[in-house]
Antibody
């Protein structure tokens, strides 16, 4: 059974940093692109970043470029999102998702809440 | 960047209705589009990919159509468990793999 479990969310002050993790199981992690998607409270879905199977390609939404870094450790079946210089508008539930060959996101984690507030 | 526009944003529906949600993109994306259903407190669920291919396990009352810049999600004979918010997502080019704004279904 495919499982994605996010962790690392919490309350952080503006300007602070946080590292999210996504533990994957039930599939060959190194064979899939992986993505982060976020959802601010009461708002819609926003694609944040994705990373190729071997980590050689990474892409970001403009609003997080230079502040967030996506990475993966295929030996540990884990996906990460390092978030620096956090802003109030980064407050959201962050989901990790597996990207299928079709490009769609078939499997999602349960999400982890990041709150940026003083 | 490819812009994705959904309409309507809210839809008041009754059980048994046929419901249609439209997604328009600012550039031709072929059939690189997916539809998701999200219920409060839950992660999104993939319904349709490649514009019209039903994900395994999704009821056949859900269907997708369209190509290029205009796409439609149709729900026939709406059931109570279909009350949710629906999102489209363009998958042709990134960054970003943008989502539409979402369409929230509410019971009339």
């Amino acid at each position: 059974e495919v499982q994605l479990v996010e962790s690392g969310g919490g309350l952080v002050q503006p300007g602070g940093s946080l590292r999210l993790s996504c533990a994957a199981s039930g599939f060959t992690f190194s064979s899939y692109w992986m993505s982060w998607v976020r959802q601010a409270p009461g708002k819609g879905l926003e694609w944040v970043a994705n990373i190729k199977q071997d980590g050689s390609e990474k892409y970001y939404v403009d609003s997080v470029k230079g502040r967030f870094t996506i990475s993966r450790d295929n030996a540990k079946n884990s996906l990460y999102l390092q978030m620096n210089s956090l802003r109030a508008e980064d407050t959201a539930v962050y989901y990790c998702a597996r990207t299928e060959p079709s490009g769609s996101y078939r499997y999602w984690g349960q999400g982890t809440l990041v709150t940026v507030s003083s | 960047d490819i812009q994705v526009t959904q309409s309507p944003l809210f839809l008041s529906v009754s059980v048994g209705d046929t419901v249609s949600v439209t997604c328009r993109t600012s550039q031709d994306i072929g059939t690189y589009l997916a539809w998701y259903q999200q219920k409060p407190g839950n992660a999104p669920k993939l319904l349709i990919y490649a514009a019209s291919t039903l994900q395994s396990g999704v009821p056949s009352r859900f269907s997708g159509s369209g190509s290029g810049t205009e796409f439609t999600l149709t729900i026939r004979s709406l059931q109570p468990e279909d009350i949710a918010t629906y999102y489209c997502q363009q998958l042709d080019s990134f960054p970003p793999h943008a989502f539409g704004q979402g369409t929230k279904l509410e019971i009339k």
